[in-house]
């Protein structure tokens, strides 16, 4: 079968966002601005496709010294390829975790162009910006630092070492400058609610605008990520499958975060080399770690991508990076609550309708029946039958589909501040469990993290989760 992939809310704003840089070149027609978005490639997207055909036909040494050539040596540097990648766009673009037929074809185009990383720091870039936050370079805060990066996150990248007691960490350090572009292009919000209203066409643009600048720019703060990092580890503490890395205070700061090393494999591994059963047990951890933290922790990382995931057998998982985390307060989860009790526990086509009206979901009098706002909504919910049943490619295409194509429903619908990361939570989560072919009687799961039901354990992991529930009463 072709490999699908689904894109987050957020990242459609990204997107938008190239469409509406080139529209303010005088390219005013629809037509011209797909054309435009088809060229799109930056210096920086045509330098890592050379690097990456170079590397091709390259002995291993010749590879080393090629990756050495592509390093951004300085501040200066980061900084052009920062300002070719359109800055906040560039990190709207990283957001994107999947791409799939459900989405328009210019949000599509765009969207392919927006998913690059820069070039990684050098070794010795990385080391200054250590120096800078920590008051020492790595050689001497270390008993062993690689210089060479293992992985990139969306506003920096991770370098392994070992402390001087001995323990094996995970050090990220943000790009010099980033924070100044990523600044920058938010502080201009007539070009975002431009962005948010070609991504969104009929919606409401002010508060994704403004879900979007809050949520940004405190992923560009790691003390603020360490603090979030902090609380999930703390929350999950010796539960049986779900792991969040602890983090080393006394290593970290606004730039620089240290925590613990995690092991485990990769999501693309998961997918193409484990057995089914395995991947409906990884499929259940992923749902039981999202709709725990909504409805009894009150939070959520707000980017659910499966870069973020290491996995291990038996259903274990290890969820990285806290940067982007929703804090729910109780009016939110009281109006997400009262969503679930109107269309899967107790159906009632008027009750809902107005409780999604009084979310601003739906425009209050839309001159749509009852029915169809439940047939539109109701796909969100279409899994929780009580039978097992597989998230598929169709599915996880189609709630793309609801977000983004004209419908008797969109012309009144509405992304509230509060539904913008959640959202972007339900299409990562869905398109995860489709990859993946995950199988479960996903409504008695449900039934088991709902507060308003707490139902029995209905899986093996379900069992163990409530033993580790138990410890904690």
Do not use: C
């Amino acid at each position: 079968m072709k490999k699908r992939y689904v894109v987050g809310a957020l990242a459609a704003v990204g997107a938008g966002g190239w469409l509406a840089v080139r529209r303010s070149d005088g390219l005013e027609s629809r037509a011209g601005r797909t054309a435009a978005v088809a060229r799109l490639g930056g210096r920086v997207g045509r330098r890592q496709a050379l690097h990456r055909a170079r590397r091709v036909f390259a002995g291993a040494q010749r590879r080393e010294a090629l990756d050495r050539e592509n390093e951004l040596r300085t501040a200066a540097d980061v900084a052009d390829a920062l300002g070719s990648m359109k800055g906040v766009l560039m990190k709207l673009g990283q957001l994107a975790s999947f791409l799939d037929d459900g989405l328009p074809e210019p949000m599509r185009e765009a969207l392919a162009t927006l998913q690059r990383d820069a070039p990684p720091m050098s070794g010795d870039l990385a080391a200054q910006v250590i120096e800078r936050e920590l008051g020492a370079s790595p050689d001497k805060l270390f008993a062993e630092w690689d210089d060479v990066p293992i992985a990139a996150a969306s506003i920096g990248q991770v370098h392994r070492a070992l402390t001087r007691d001995g323990r094996a960490v995970a050090v990220k350090v943000q790009y010099p400058g980033v924070d100044a572009a990523i600044k920058a292009d938010l502080a201009n919000t007539a070009m975002l609610t431009q962005v948010v209203g070609l991504a969104f066409p009929g919606f409401e643009p002010g508060p994704v605008v403004t879900e979007l600048k809050d949520r940004l720019t405190e992923e560009l703060d790691y003390r603020l990520e360490a603090k979030n990092q902090r609380e999930f580890h703390e929350f999950y503490a010796g539960h049986p499958f779900i792991h969040v890395p602890a983090v080393v205070d006394e290593l970290s700061a606004g730039r620089v975060l240290t925590t613990e090393l995690a092991e485990g494999v990769r999501f693309s591994v998961v997918a193409r080399e484990w057995s089914q059963e395995e991947r409906d047990l990884a499929g259940e951890a992923v749902y039981r770690y999202v709709f725990r933290s909504i409805y009894r922790m009150h939070a959520f990382n707000g980017d659910p991508h499966p870069g973020n995931y290491l996995f291990r057998p038996g259903g274990r998982v290890t969820f990285l990076d806290y940067g982007l985390v929703k804090h729910f307060g109780r009016p939110e989860l009281d109006s997400f609550e009262s969503m679930i009790e109107k269309i899967v526990l107790h159906r009632d086509s008027a009750k809902f309708r107005a409780v999604v009206e009084d979310t601003r979901l739906l425009s209050r009098g839309a001159p749509v029946s009852d029915e169809q706002v439940m047939e539109y909504f109701g796909h969100f919910y279409e899994i929780l039958t009580d039978e097992v049943t597989p998230v598929t490619h169709e599915y996880a295409s189609e709630t793309v589909r609801r977000l983004f194509v004209p419908s008797p429903v969109t012309k009144w619908a509405n992304v509230p501040a509060s539904f913008v990361i959640i959202q972007r939570i339900n299409l990562g989560l869905y398109a995860i469990l489709a990859e993946l072919g995950s199988r479960r009687n996903w409504l008695r799961v449900a039934h088991e993290l709902w507060p308003q039901v707490d139902g029995e354990p209905s899986t093996e992991l379900g069992r163990q989760e409530a033993a580790w529930l138990a410890t904690r009463t």
